[in-house]
């Protein structure tokens, strides 16, 4: 009897956002046949740097790496997610869970960007109890300005150690050229090891991710 695939459905406000929160996780899932979906709220926008087609097949090629399936929900509406209705956007994420099924989901905790304050509204509403299935696992995952204050993160904490493949967690995010920024800002090499480096420290390894989990059970 064949062990079916564990299903893991990754949601983010922007492509890039699942690497820097997930990356090393989705690279271990990967390994051991996980099916990975990953949805993007939009992709795209008025940015030079968030051009459609470019950020399209950086999005492409991350997929191809992780072996992941995708779907886009707007092109370009980067930073103007606040402006479309919950209701649109929750029914596109209920029909996607609703099919796929997921074992596990990951969804971007809020921070203070307005797409992502959005989206985190929205995907929690998608993963309330619905009839006849339930995922194992609900998490909220990390954006590397984790130390901006957001208020309280609701959940207890779940560590996943990435040690091992941290430096595949970094090749993955420079997939996204376009997002790479200079210091002080996090998002570039040095602030992703930062970040899973004091994650580390705060579980007992050298580099880790955290997450906060909504939902788990065993």
Do not use: W
Request: proline share 4%; with cysteine.
């Amino acid at each position: 009897m064949t062990e079916e695939r564990k299903k893991i459905l990754v949601i983010a406000p922007h492509a890039d956002d699942e690497v820097l929160g997930c990356g090393g996780y989705l690279i271990h899932e990967k390994a051991r046949g996980a099916e990975i979906f990953l949805v993007i709220g939009t992709i795209g926008g008025t940015d030079k740097r968030q051009d459609y087609d470019t950020r399209m097949a950086e999005f492409a090629s991350v997929c191809e790496a992780l072996g992941a399936r995708s779907e886009v929900l707007y092109k370009n509406m980067d930073a103007m997610m606040d402006t479309l209705p919950a209701f649109d956007i929750t029914t596109k994420l209920d029909h996607i869970v609703d099919d796929f099924r997921p074992d596990e989901i990951f969804i971007n905790y809020r921070s203070l960007h307005q797409d992502h304050i959005k989206l985190y509204e929205c995907a929690l509403a998608s993963v309330r109890l619905r009839e006849g299935y339930s995922p194992r696992l609900v998490a909220l995952y990390e954006y590397p300005f984790a130390t901006t204050q957001v208020g309280p993160i609701g959940g207890g904490y779940m560590y996943h150690d990435i040690s091992d493949c941290i430096e595949g967690k970094v090749e993955l995010f420079e997939k996204y050229a376009t997002q790479i920024r200079q210091s002080p800002s996090p998002l570039n090499r040095e602030g992703v090891l930062a970040l899973a480096r004091i994650r580390g420290v705060e579980c007992g390894v050298d580099y880790a991710e955290k997450f906060y989990v909504q939902k788990m059970m065993l």
